[in-house]
Each structure stands twice: as structure tokens, then as C-alpha cells.
């Protein structure tokens, strides 16, 4: 036996999410109809870092799993994507530690939103971006990302229907913004991240470009520890999990 | 009674072509089904300058309907905007000449084949360009395109499955190539274009590129007259109606 970590690449709008579900598509699902198809029957269970939602996309989702197919790993990367479907692509296929885990291990994530500021909707990109077509005062949402940035309390900054009970401390290690002429990149970066938030986090940030908020409000409504106190979490289209780093 | 001319732009992705089918998902389906919403149940007949196939975009599609709808006419493509699904994008509604016809009266045509030349398959731009990882020898490619220009007639370069029986000959007005680093553009103008014959034209330069042909090929692939005698038809992801033009 041994362990393989691959980085994946897929374009989530076509997917019910990434977790394996009964009966539905989902990115998990095909990961491991292809790793059947390679084994000729054996069923391998894989392990990622962290599941995303319907329509969310990755650029570098890792995951790993255990075989013992005798495939020269230099192979591996090229046997794998011809048995995907062409909305998964593998980009790196290398031989892990023992002890690796995808999930277990991973010591930091990176998310990027993507918000489109243009004045007419760009119909090729609905499932890729999220479509702004108003002013936005970017100055000010650029003094917003700081005060995400650190450990606090972010249960007004998360889905209420998260599974995850009580504790929702955690520490957002950065986020910057970058920008172009029309679109804007929210980059996150942490080492825990809780459901929904990063979606809800890029509305209030938005919210703030449309005047909404004052940068100065956010630390009141971290204070508020209300999903209530913010509005609408932005679509899944602009999301992308972008990368996945370990020690 | 007044008659509208209307510009519009969609993602053929989604569509089982322009032309309405019963029971199908199509954009001729979705637009009368907006404007029978707008109409409140009033049959509205559209009438386009032709039809597309599955998957093939419109950057400027053109249609007309007529109509005694008591809506000024600044207002309209806002009305049909918000009554039609996020794939659809009327861009333009005008007033039209009593005896205008989207199709009867265009003059000119103007298709796009988009080529993505980059080594890693782009899996967020499959349903949006044809993807070639080989090298091409644009060169060559741009030599070819000029042996279309001009009266041919096409039947080595239409589906042999086309409706028009007998007279194929055609006129192309021109054939430009447009490139930058990875993306390769076919510009196609033209007065009258055969059944998925850009496709095929395309995918004859792209076997220029990868030296199946050369360009000096084009003319006797004319005049075999046959189909069979060239590749296959390109993905219909690549190409986009990108403007009609009227007197």
C-alpha cells in the first residue's frame, strides 16, 4: 500500500458540492467512480481538506487516499484526468507520508470571492464571478478586510445552521483585497473556516462598498453574535477554493 | 400593431439551440415564454435571422415580433430583461420599419470560432472555446484562412446532412485571424453560411496548424466536393453569432 496526495482543480456549477452523496453528482463521487474505473472494481475511498458547497469551485482542493495499484506514479496524473469527467482535473499527483492527512494536516486555507463591477451583466460568467452592476466604494471596502483579520467570535459572520456548536472562534490570518478595472478579489487566508463564512464575510464587505456599512460598524456586528445582524451570503459562483497549504 | 428588432446575447451552454422544440429547453422557447409573461398570455411569434445549433453562443443574434403592447419602448429591455433567465441578454430593443426581417432582410453575417491554445486544459473554459494543447503553426493557419475567401462552393466543407439540397455554393466576404498568446480567433463575415460549416472550416485550419494540411491543400479539398474528405466538425462551444448585419 501506499498514500497518494493529489491537488484537484473543478469547476463546481455542475456539482451538488463535493461530498459523495447517494444518487446525486457531486465531485467526490466522480473522484472515486474514476479511482473504481482505474482499479477495475475496487473501491477506494478518498480524503479532502475540507468539502465545499453546490456551485463552489477549487483551483487547489487536496485530497489523498491509499492504494496499491502498481501505476508508475508518473503515470498517475495522466491515467486519473482520462477517466474524469472534463469538469475535474488533477494537477499534481505525488506520493505522501504515511501519516499524511488532507484534512487533519492542513495548516492553512486560502479562499478567493470574486466580485464582477461591471455596468451591464456579463452572461458568460454568471457561474464563475458574482455580478455586481452599482457603484462601489472600494476604498472603503478595502479598510473593511482588516477588521476580519485575527481571531474573533464569528458567529454573526456564519451560516446559523452550521452543525458546528458554540465554539466559532477563529482566526482569519489575512484578507486582502486586489482589484482590477472590473473585478475584485477578496483573498482569505486561515486555518479554520466556518459554514458559510467566507460567502457572508464577502456580502458584508460588499454591503460596505455599497454603503451600507462603515468599515467602523464591523466590530459591532462581531459583537452582535447574530447571523440576523448582516444580510444575504453571496452566491457559491464567485467562491473558489484556491489553495491548501500543510507543513 | 408596431414592429421591435432586438439584439440579443446568450450562453448556449444550457440551450438545446435557438430554434423552439417542444418540451425542449431552447432560447427561441425562453424568450416567447417571456414574452407571453410580459403579454399576459398572448402568443407572440419571433422571428430571428437564424437559428444556432446546441451549445453555440450569440454575442448579436438578431429577431423581431410584433406587437400592441402598450409599453413605451425605452422601457422594453428592461421588461424583457427581467422576464427572461440569466443565460439570455436582450442588449438592444429598437423600433423597426414596418417591413423589416431579421432574416429576409440581413446582408451580412458574422460568426467567431474561438481556439484556446494553452498546454493544461482550462476546465473553467470548456463550454466557452475549443481547447487544443498541441502546437499549431499559426502561421500556416493564417495562409489558410484566405483560400476560403471569396464565391466556392462549399459542399466538402458543410454537413453532409444538410437540409439544402444541391446548390452550395457560397460566398465567404472574409476570413481573418486574430491571436494573442493562447487564444486564437476565426473571424468568419459572410453572406450566406451552410450548416455547421464555420466548424468545419475551423476545425480544417486547426489540422493546418497541427501540419495535416497545408494551406496549398485548400483548394483541391474544394474540389472533391465530399464531405469526407476533411476532419471532423469542431465542439459548438467555440463559436459565437457575433453580429448581422442589415442595409
Known sequence: MYKLKCIVKYDGSDFLGYQRQPGKRTVQGEIEKALMHISRGEGIETHCSGRTDAGVHAIGQVFHFETDLKIPIKQWKYIF????????????????????HARYLATEKEYRYF????????????????????????????????????????TTFSSAKSTVKGHKVRKLNSLEMLEDDQTIQLIFKGNGFLYQMVRIIAGVILDVGRGRYKPTDIPKLF??????????????????????NYK
Chains 1, 2 share one sequence.
Not at 86 to 96: L, N
Not at 223 to 233: E, I, P
Request: charged share 30%.
Open 81 to 100: 484526468n482520462n477517466a474524469l469527467p472534463e469538469d475535474i482535473y488533477i494537477e499534481t499527483v505525488e506520493k505522501a507520508a504515511e501519516n499524511f
Open 115 to 154: 466580485i464582477l463591477n461591471e455596468s451591464v451583466p456579463n452572461i458568460f460568467k454568471r457561474k464563475y464571478v458574482h455580478q455586481y452592476s452599482g457603484k462601489l466604494d472600494r476604498q472603503a471596502m478595502k479598510e473593511a478586510c482588516r477588521y476580519f483579520v485575527g481571531e474573533h467570535d464569528f
Open 223 to 244: 459583537d452582535k453574535k447574530d447571523r440576523q445582524a448582516v444580510g444575504r451570503t453571496l452566491a457559491p459562483s464567485g467562491l473558489y477554493l484556491w489553495q491548501v
